[in-house]
């Protein structure tokens, strides 16, 4: 058994803490030596990733430190506890079992006598099949039409990592023939938000899959009433058009409102939900079952080097630990995400949940008041249009913001032209190489105006290409490296205590049972 | 003439730095003191709108005391130099004149003999009247059918508020008959951003603007290229399809490869030239010249209330001042965007760009370094999407982020559904309500995990509905808070040397003139 402690109890903390602006990045960056940084302070990782962090304010002594961390941490045993279906989810009592969605990385894992990795393959299979019979046109609707469309609604994790997924294998698939159906996506209560997508589709060759894992959330229930309504309008029978994505003991999961229902359990977080069936319906319908099986396989091969203790073969872990040094004894608030890729321009979005909702606690594990900073403020575009919009702070700006580059030697649809002797995809590249340099070594100039200080460190991702494959592997790289850092800040990076006020006060404004500014708010917005 | 000094030579600055946590705001909005802060700490602004600062770390004392900062900073003064024509843009020795292009403010400005207003007017005549030819079939493809599509080619201003504001319009417009085309944009240079959207349009009924002020950025030309060779595939004619937006010297506006050209200056920089013909020309296309126009009216009215120095007429100037408070005497490095209605999806990435390329700067306006933190790090998502993703951070993270809300009594389509005694409208704005109440007055509980400090600062505009004017005024409203800011922190919001250094180095990355680390990553990426 691993044993849980707060970050600032550890002596390699201790020791970590007196490294404070060690690494002088203009300096190490420059020259043959920033060549050599290069070389060395690389990490292969799967799909023909490569984690490069060369400009990052780190050197060996650090790397050590973190190291000899990692190890009084424990970090790779937690790891081990997790996947063997220990309840890490303190908060809610629970396992965390997305990893187990894609891989048995160990030991059986049992609930209620159910084995879990067969519950979990069971639900894949019975969502590839429905979509092999949609594309097939063996399920059809009331006219025997097939499907064209299917529209997700949910919200949160039900919403952002299976978008963000779509878009970034939307233009492959149409590359590689796997293109099946259309996807949208109704998540906001905001009526504006439903009306505008169904007013682009046509409802009657549209599926629709209702995603609530507790068959409770406003926005879903609404958003499906709103879906009801229009198909009831247009003369359908709303039974034959949606689907259910929930959990077995839910509302939804009841009665025969729905053509098919798919099962997951409490051990899956929203925002870790990808590769439970809130992704996996919607993708497989999307793209076939099979590019959904490949982004699991993907991710799966990512989640296999988390068993490295050697922390130069354990990419996730590095790089949490990096994030932790830079948010612990640098003391930057703040990450960028930016994807030289515009497949990926949601997936800062997604990343944005995916941290900031796992790690933005000030309690631990055991619900005790923690003494440091836990998760930095994630956002990012994507580039190279960011360069022309926020990047002049990130370069010249009065704080550090600490980058993570993400890049790719091939486009998705290989539709390139040459202009001035280079394709757009070489240019796309440049300028990522450009940056990591600009931002690190800067540049002197008479005018202070025109001069950069440099000192911004940055990492990257390199991979040939965006596939199912790489996907799969950046998604699992980026929630691996969350919950390495929930194991070092010491937090529960699996529950959301944080979003259940607000909800509390909105039911009481609704109901008109409220009073002092709440009211007075309230009446303002005409409720 | 007003007098340009660093905000800390200020006697006011001094005496606000000693008020440091002086207002604890879960106190100060809990009960009945509560509701009379809403109904005092409010300003109207125009069009329906008003700004309330109920919820901001604020007091009369504090008010008092960014009053004085807005008298001793001269800030209305210099916003008057401004709009009469002084040379504001320092760094680059050059006028600053959205404003103009919406509304004649003060005295006429003139350069080289020509009226500027007069020049704003015209070009805003003529993107009005090409657009009504097209939309009545005056002008045609060359089989003389109606064009359906326009697809703006620019990137950063060229691309971020346009399409903003396109997306903030649309459903607006479908709902008052007032749509006529639908718009499209390509940014990145990505090869798969312009593939993917010359996929989505039948390029043979499209309109095509080339946005470059200088007619040498890169990604644009290089994107115009992608689309002129599209254009050749399909055997049209490009010189039928295409429009350019740029300054009268650049090389696009020279030859007649273009159906229309429509021009800008110098004066009006990319991130404000939504108020130019960067967003005339798209916006009177997709929407009619009549409803561009009302747009630039609602931008117009907030303008003119930034003449007011009382500091409760002047909302724009009272949101500087309260950020500039919360930057540099509480020290907070963020400030998220959320607005509440699905259609400002895309405004806080034009926000993004428009303040941190702005007020990112660590130079005075005369080359000098400051001493003070300057513009935050802005980032947010519609609610109440966000609710259920990053908000976890906001309400229980360790940092306190300032936040900055949106909402609208009224939906743009009208479309909603009555769900549990409540249309989806209401629960939207009970949502927004409740969380500013969570995020401000918090929640004790005995398990530490349920606990929400509270003492988080908010401001929200409320408006009647989201239409050409409100939005206008929106705009209008931030772009002038980000002015105000910069005239307070003493920097020059105007130019973007920061951006510089990457375009060099991407260059030589392209010409393999590099060596080093730099060397190193462009083997790495392929190039």
């Known amino acids: 058994m691993a044993t849980w402690n707060n970050l600032d109890t550890l002596a390699s903390y201790e020791k970590l803490t007196g490294m404070k602006d060690r690494v002088n990045i203009v300096e190490a960056m420059s020259g043959e030596n920033g060549a050599d940084r290069v070389a060395k302070y690389n990490v292969p990782m799967v799909a023909g990733l490569n984690f490069n962090y060369a400009a990052k304010e780190v050197d060996d002594t650090i790397l050590n430190t973190l190291s000899e961390l990692a190890d009084e941490h424990q970090l790779v045993e937690k790891f081990e506890e997790l ?13 965390v079992l997305h990893h187990l969605a894609r891989r048995q990385l160990g030991n059986p894992v049992l609930d209620n006598g159910v084995d879990k990795r067969d519950f979990y393959v069971s639900q894949q299979k019975k969502a ?16 025997g039409e097939k499907f064209t469309t299917v529209v997700q609604i949910g919200i949160g994790g ?15 698939a149409k590359a590689n023939d796997t293109f099946k159906m259309e996807a949208k996506f109704i998540s906001n209560v905001d009526p504006d938000d439903a009306a505008a997508v169904l007013n682009s589709i046509d409802v009657s060759r549209s599926l629709f899959i209702v995603v609530s894992k507790s068959g409770t959330t406003l926005e879903t229930l609404t958003n499906e009433a709103f879906v009801k309504d229009a198909l009831k309008k247009a003369g359908l029978d709303s039974s034959k058009h949606m689907l259910a994505a929930t959990s077995e003991t839910s509302p939804l999961a009841q009665g025969d409102d729905y053509l098919e229902s798919f099962f997951m359990d ?26 959904y099986g490949r982004i699991l396989e993907g991710a799966a091969d990512a989640d296999e080097l ?36 515009q497949a990926l321009i949601r997936f800062p979005a997604h990343l ?6 796992s790690n933005g606690k000030t309690v631990n594990r055991d619900g005790k008041p923690v003494n440091y900073a836990t998760g930095p403020v ?57 940056q ?85 708010f309230s009446d303002l917005l005409d409720i």
């Open 83 to 95: 996947y063997n279906g220990a309840v890490i989810n303190t908060g809610e009592g629970r396992m």
């Open 128 to 143: 590839a099949e429905f979509a092999e019979k949609v594309h097939a046109g063996e399920i059809t609707n009331a006219a």
């Open 158 to 172: 039900s919403d952002l990592g299976p978008r963000a997924l779509y878009m970034a294998l939307e233009n492959w």
């Open 266 to 291: 409490n051990y899956i977080g929203g925002r870790y939900s990808s590769s439970s069936v809130v992704g996996g319906v919607v993708l497989s319908l999307a793209f076939g079952g099979d590019i």
């Open 306 to 341: 988390c068993k490295n203790k050697d922390l130069t073969k354990n990419p996730a872990m590095l790089d949490a630990l990096i994030g932790v040094y830079e948010r612990n004894v640098q003391g930057y608030p703040n990450t960028a995400v930016l994807p030289y890729s």
């Open 352 to 357: 944005q949940q995916c941290d900031m909702e």
């Open 378 to 434: 994630i956002f990012g575009e994507p580039g190279t249009n960011g360069q022309h919009s926020f990047y002049q702070l990130l370069h010249q700006g009065t704080d550090i913001v600490p980058l993570q580059f993400v890049g790719f030697k091939k486009s998705q649809l290989a539709t390139d032209v040459v202009i001035e002797g280079s394709t757009s995809q070489q240019k796309l590249c440049a300028n990522v190489a450009a």
């Open 436 to 520: 990591i340099i600009a931002f690190a070594c800067g540049k002197d100039d008479e005018n202070p105006n025109k001069k950069f200080e440099g000192g911004r460190p940055s990492s990257i991702i390199i991979g040939d290409q965006l596939t199912p494959e790489s996907l799969g592997a950046i998604l699992a790289h980026f929630e691996n490296k969350i919950m390495f850092q929930g194991f070092i800040w010491n937090v529960n990076s699996f529950d959301q205590e944080g979003v259940q006020l607000g909800k509390v006060l909105a039911t009481k404004v609704l109901a008109h049972e409220t009073d002092g500014a709440l009211k007075a």
